[in-house]
C-alpha cells in the first residue's frame, strides 16, 4: 500500500511509532505550511533562514518521513515563523 493511502494509524503501526506522535506531527506540519503561505514566503526562503535545503522543507510538507522528524525540528521551524509554543501535559480520563 502506498504511504499516501495509509491512514494515520496504519503509517504509525508500521513505522512502529506512536499514533498521537504522529498526528501531533501532522498538525504541526499544516501550521508551518499555512504559517509560510500567511507569510508569503517560499519554501527556498524558509529553507535558508532555518538552515536546510528547499527539497527538505517540501519534503517536510508533504509528509514524507515526517514520522522520524523530531518535534525539535518542526517547534524551531515554527519559531522561525514567529509562532510561540507551550506544551501542556494533562491526564486522560
Do not use: C, P
Amino acid at each position: 500500500m502506498a504511504w499516501k493511502e495509509m491512514t494515520v494509524e496504519e503509517l504509525a503501526k508500521s513505522l512502529g511509532v506512536d499514533v498521537h506522535e504522529v498526528r501531533e506531527k501532522h498538525r504541526l506540519i499544516e501550521l508551518i505550511k499555512k504559517a509560510r503561505k500567511e507569510k508569503k514566503m517560499s519554501q527556498v526562503q524558509l529553507a535558508k533562514r532555518v538552515g536546510v535545503t528547499q527539497g527538505r522543507i517540501a519534503q517536510i510538507e508533504s509528509r514524507v518521513g515526517t514520522a522520524k522528524v523530531a518535534l525539535e525540528i518542526l517547534l524551531s521551524i515554527l519559531r522561525d515563523l514567529g509562532y510561540e509554543y507551550k506544551i501542556v501535559a494533562k491526564k486522560v480520563a
